[in-house]
């Protein structure tokens, strides 16, 4: 790796841990205590890339060194170096432990549930909501105690060729937008698999709740709906340990698009796939939306489509129309990157 590229690569693993509005700042500071070292070391030749790696390293962690430029570090529950690894165990294991209770739940309702479809529900949320709790006081107890008892860890580099790559802003991917994604996908399989007579439950002018879906329809298609769900499990997982637009990103990306059409195409054209009640309801208000949208033009498209209700076809207008919009952004953002 090129003297450069390796000081921008340890000035963003020093930044990165700093508040915002410091980050520039530091950058700038580093840059120029990095550049008058070398000199200092070169005496006045090419400083190499061996000098390079031995002034960084000279440096220290960049974890710790961050620390040094923040004045609460000392006050914190969990500093440096310990709340950067923190924050990595945090992540992976609420993750793990949301798709594992998440997991159980489907077990228990393939195995059976005695009990009313409300008490389920609440059930699955109730224990999904303990787990996590329970994992976060662990896992925020014991490095709590790590740092406060001035534990080393173990995470020294062995090599400045471990120093993370300063992602391009166009290919970076926000971790709220991974995080919305999990919680998405997490309610998904909840409506449509968990309590499938319940899914999405609909009243209007006092009358009794009722689900919108037919529960039959989605019971048949059980095992689509968690493949569906698992292609986005395994999209939203390969970007949160990236949290970068790259190839893995855009394959998986293709993976959750192609699961999601063939589940909307399947389930829509499935006959009966709204309750027979709630059609009945709402069927006297808006009937066009609840028959099949026999309009001249669509008479060119498969017979599924042109028989599809007008809502549907709507609905799943829409979802192909966003899910195509987003595999050309990811793969706009991975094969082209970042504009000069």
Do not use: C
């Not at 700042?25 to 200092?40: F, H, M, W």
């Not at 070169?42 to 004045?71: C, F, H, I, N, W």
């Not at 709630?278 to 489509?305: C, D, H, K």
């Amino acid at each position: 790796m090129e003297s450069k590229e390796l000081i921008k690569r340890y000035i963003y693993a020093v930044t990165k841990h700093l508040p915002e509005n410091k980050r520039q700042d530091v950058g700038q500071e580093l840059q120029s205590l990095i550049e008058e070292t070398l000199a200092e070391r070169s005496q006045g030749a090419q400083p190499t890339d061996a000098d390079t790696k031995t002034v960084l390293m000279e440096l220290g962690r960049p974890a710790e060194l961050a620390a040094k430029y923040d004045p609460h570090a000392k006050d914190a529950l969990i500093g440096q170096p310990h709340f950067s690894v923190y924050l990595r165990v945090l992540k992976i294991v609420l993750l793990a432990v949301s798709l594992g209770m998440a997991i159980a739940s489907l077990l228990q309702v393939i195995t059976g549930f005695e009990g009313s479809v409300f008490e389920l529900f609440g059930n699955v949320l109730s224990n999904i909501w303990q787990a996590l709790l329970g994992a976060f006081a662990w896992v925020t107890v014991i490095f709590a105690i790590l740092y406060q008892k001035d534990v080393k860890l173990d995470v020294e580099m062995e090599d400045m060729e471990d120093l993370p790559e300063v992602p391009e802003k166009r290919r970076q991917i926000k971790l709220g937008e991974i995080i919305a994604s999990f919680i998405f996908t997490i309610l998904f399989l909840i409506l449509f698999v968990v309590v499938p007579q319940v899914n999405i439950p609909f009243s209007v002018q006092g009358t009794d709740w009722i689900p919108i879906f037919n529960p039959e329809v989605l019971i048949r298609m059980r095992w689509l709906f968690i493949a569906a769900a698992g292609a986005a499990v395994l999209n939203q997982s390969v970007r949160f340990f990236t949290r970068r637009h790259s190839l893995p990103v855009f394959l998986t990306t293709v993976i959750e698009t192609v699961m999601q059409v063939a589940l909307l195409f399947t389930w829509f054209t499935s006959p009966n796939v709204f309750n027979p009640d709630f059609t009945a309801v709402m069927g006297s208000f808006i009937p066009s939306f609840f028959t099949p949208a026999n309009w001249a033009p669509l008479q060119r498209f498969p017979e599924n489509l042109s028989a599809m209700p007008l809502l549907l076809l709507i609905i799943f207008g829409g979802v192909l129309l966003g899910s195509l919009i987003e595999l050309i952004e990811t793969g706009v953002k991975t094969f082209i990157g970042e504009k000069p």
